[in-house]
T-cell receptor
Framework: GAGVSQSPRYKVAKRGQDVALRCDPI?????LFWYQQALGQGPEFLTY????????KSGLPSDRFFAERPEGSVSTLKIQRTQQEDSAVYLC????????????FGQGTRLTVV | DAKTTQPNSMESNEEEPVHLPCNHS???????IHWYRQLPSQGPEYVIH???SNVNNRMASLAIAEDRKSSTLILHRATLRDAAVYYC??????????????FGKGTHLIIQP
């Protein structure tokens, strides 16, 4: 595809429900990031993958949050037993390599927990 | 904590140049300076990046201070479409992890017609 694709674009979940958010990065991109963005705030780092290896998960807010990228391409962010404070836009970004390369972001998934 | 400091908001008139400042006094020798912007209801969009020298592309120019402790994003002729939140980010050499792309609060740029 031409860019980073995220699905679904919108998700409404009942409190306590499990959700899975998908990210399709640009083909060949080694680095993949997940962010959480609350209304009116900047994106907050959640986790980082280099190929299939999850090298940094320091931003995951609790053990209810889990991310994987088993084949080094598509990634899934899973949130178990959703709570109202999980309501936010979840953004995925990918880049080809290190700090001298640009990152490309998806449109995000807006999660609303009711 | 974000490693950059930006004004909360700035206002400019359409078709005039805009200079968005960023301070990054703790920058390391291998940190790249990146700028992204985010329009309402969209994901962040890459604008420009540099290491030591000034950079130009079709969207903007990046002026980097000689000591690299500050930089300025220059929009040469602002349009209404440039109204967005602009983020100045330091990206480490490896590009990965929490230090790979950490966002601060950014500058909310308002363009007046």
């Amino acid at each position: 595809g031409a860019g980073v694709s995220q699905s679904p674009r919108y998700k409404v979940a009942k409190r306590g429900q499990d959700v899975a958010l998908r990210c399709d990065p640009i083909s060949g991109h080694v680095s993949l990031f997940w962010y959480q963005q609350a209304l009116g705030q900047g994106p907050e780092f959640l986790t980082y993958f280099q190929n299939e290896a999850q090298l940094d998960k320091s931003g995951l807010p609790s053990d209810r949050f889990f991310a994987e990228r088993p084949e080094g391409s598509v990634s899934t962010l899973k949130i178990q037993r959703t709570q109202q404070e999980d309501s936010a836009v979840y953004l995925c970004a990918s880049s080809h390599g290190g700090g001298g390369t640009e990152a490309f972001f998806g449109q995000g998934t807006r999660l609303t927990v009711v | 904590d974000a490693k950059t400091t930006q004004p909360n908001s700035m206002e400019s008139n359409e078709e005039e140049p805009v200079h968005l400042p960023c301070n990054h006094s703790t920058i390391s020798g291998t940190d790249y300076i990146h700028w992204y912007r985010q329009l309402p209801s969209q994901g962040p969009e890459y604008v420009i990046h540099g290491l030591t020298s000034n950079v130009n592309n079709r969207m903007a120019s990046l002026a980097i201070a000689e000591d690299r402790k500050s930089s300025t994003l220059i929009l040469h002729r602002a349009t209404l479409r440039d109204a967005a939140v602009y983020y100045c980010i330091l990206r480490g050499y490896s590009g990965g992890g929490a230090d790979g792309l950490t966002f601060g609060k950014g500058t909310h740029l308002i363009i007046q017609p």
